[in-house]
């Protein structure tokens, strides 16, 4: 058994004299020019990827071996999964030549192998330098360029894969960083076998709403603290895979979250102790808050016009009110600029950054006999943070739009700060207890929308129109107003439930 240690990164064909010129910069112990045609096989109830196996048959001048890869894991674009090799004649799998202790129990091998078929290939030129780093330590860059083909459909390869062969782990971060200063690089958590099955089944990145990390009452506060950070990443990666290959602009809206997500963990641990200075993802991550901060006003744009403008149907000149909303909307960022910000050295600094940070984290954690029970850092964290808005939006008697705004970003974070912890508690009564905060901000986003017609009526030079804005406005602040103070004594009111004494 061999066991995979690689960061991948998807590259831009474009840019491949970039890339050589950085690959000359460093000790090439050997070089090849191969070509690799890979197939993939799998049973018609997918009972390979049931036991979290994956079979491919590789072929290299000539030269065929079969590969078992078993579960393995992937953070940020570093993967690590363990394989097994055997060679054999030809490119149909011979499954009674592997070990038979790598299948799980009871697993019937002569009836799968007549089960087997294949399900796509991919067919790729890789170049391969074998590097020696300073400190001795060898890796394989590979740099593939080709095709995945399954049920008739295509979809390009172009990847780096860097390869701890023998030496320091971390030497591949010491590359790693030097490769993602290239034009148009990221980092890839997605393999070429996920590629091809999504290729086969006709499987698309879909949008998914950001839910509770796996945390466990038996952890420590250490390993609860890298388990959100994977959390955070995994979904914030997912949703840049959306976002380019759906270009769905909710995939924005769940990245930006993924971002609040990693910004509030970083308060919560901080409070426990962990010292995140000196880290320059830490700062990448303010900078990526930054570059995001206009998703939310897109947002606003986005539902006052959908449906024909169903929210703003009743007001006046409305043909020329959608056209000024459309104009606004248009001066943000472009998907031009989007495609540039999720492709800069910087973004792909920050995840390789976020990345590192968690494995050298998983190698220092070592559970501590006296170490804070994490059930108890939890309930501190939740009280605290929710005793602060309740105690904060019953300070003045009467519901204000100001006093409402001021506290958007506070409720934006305990959401977040539930979202964290909330896993360690009844999923069901987590849920609910979120369920009228959640109807508070969406009012406050329900605000932010007038707001963005009332900014309109300033710039109306018609008195009368104008004037039709603001009432209009007004009433609908007065309106959801109402609606807000009801939620919010609901809210107000509910049990902490985390503080009960079966928790």
């Not at 380019?244 to 641990?269: P, R, T, W, Y």
């Not at 830490?282 to 998703?295: I, K, M, N, T």
């Not at 009844?426 to 406050?444: F, H, K, N, T």
């Amino acid at each position: 058994m061999e066991t995979e240690i690689e960061i991948k990164f998807f590259f831009n064909a474009h840019f491949a004299d970039e890339l050589l010129h950085k690959i000359s910069q460093y000790t090439v112990i050997s070089h090849k020019n191969q070509m690799l045609y890979n197939v993939y096989f799998e049973t018609p109830t997918r009972a390979l990827r049931t036991m979290d196996m994956g079979l491919r048959v590789r072929r290299i001048d000539g030269q065929c071996t079969q590969t078992i890869k078993t579960s393995g894991r992937v953070i940020g674009g570093l993967h690590q999964r363990p394989e097994y090799n055997e060679p054999i004649d030809g490119l149909d799998p011979q499954l009674g030549l592997f070990n038979k202790k790598i299948w799980p129990e009871n697993c019937d091998i002569e009836q799968l192998q007549t089960q087997l078929s294949p399900l796509f290939s991919t067919d790729f030129r890789r170049l391969h330098w074998l590097l020696e780093m300073e400190d001795g330590t060898l890796i394989e860059v590979a740099y593939d360029c080709g095709k995945i083909t399954a049920a008739q459909e295509e979809a390009d390869i172009c990847e780096i894969e860097l390869e701890l062969v023998k030496g320091d782990e971390a030497q591949l971060f010491v590359l790693g960083k030097d490769i993602a200063s290239l034009p148009q690089v990221r980092l890839g958590n997605v393999s070429k076998a996920q590629r091809g099955y999504m290729l086969n089944e006709g499987a698309r990145f879909a949008v998914k709403p950001i839910d509770f990390s796996a945390l466990q009452p038996e952890m420590d506060v250490k390993e609860a603290l890298s388990v959100n950070f994977q959390h955070g990443l995994k979904h914030l990666q997912y949703h840049e895979n959306c976002y380019l290959e759906e270009g769905d602009f909710n995939a924005l809206v769940e990245l930006q979250k993924s971002i609040m997500f990693l910004h509030q963990n970083i308060h919560l641990f901080r409070e426990a102790g962990t010292s995140f200075k000196g880290y320059s993802w830490v700062e990448d991550l303010q900078w990526l808050a930054r570059s995001f901060s206009w998703v939310d006003e897109r947002l606003v744009f986005q539902k006052l016009l959908e449906n024909k403008a169903y929210y703003i149907r009743k007001l006046p000149k409305l043909k020329q009110l959608q056209k000024k909303l459309r104009l606004a909307e248009q001066a943000l960022p472009s998907e031009e600029d989007i495609f540039n910000m999720l492709h800069s050295s910087r973004y792909c600094h920050f995840v390789l950054g976020l990345t590192e940070w968690l494995i050298k984290l998983e190698k220092t954690a070592q559970k501590e006999a006296n170490s804070t029970s994490l059930l108890a850092f939890s309930d501190h964290a939740l009280t605290e943070a929710w005793s602060k808005l309740k105690a904060e939006l019953s300070a003045e008697p009467i519901l204000t739009i100001e006093n409402l705004l001021q506290h958007q970003g506070l409720l934006a974070a305990n959401l977040m700060t539930g979202f964290s912890l909330g896993n360690l508690f009844d999923a069901q009564r987590s849920v609910e207890y979120c369920y009228p905060w959640l109807d508070i901000y969406q009012g406050m986003q329900e605000l932010s929308m007038l707001d963005a017609i009332y900014d309109q009526a300033l710039e109306e030079e018609d008195n009368e129109v104008r004037n039709e804005y603001f009432k209009w406005v007004k009433r609908k602040q007065y309106s959801l107003l109402s609606a807000i103070e009801q939620s919010k004594q609901y809210a107000v009111a509910n049990d902490m439930y985390w503080l009960e004494p079966e928790h």
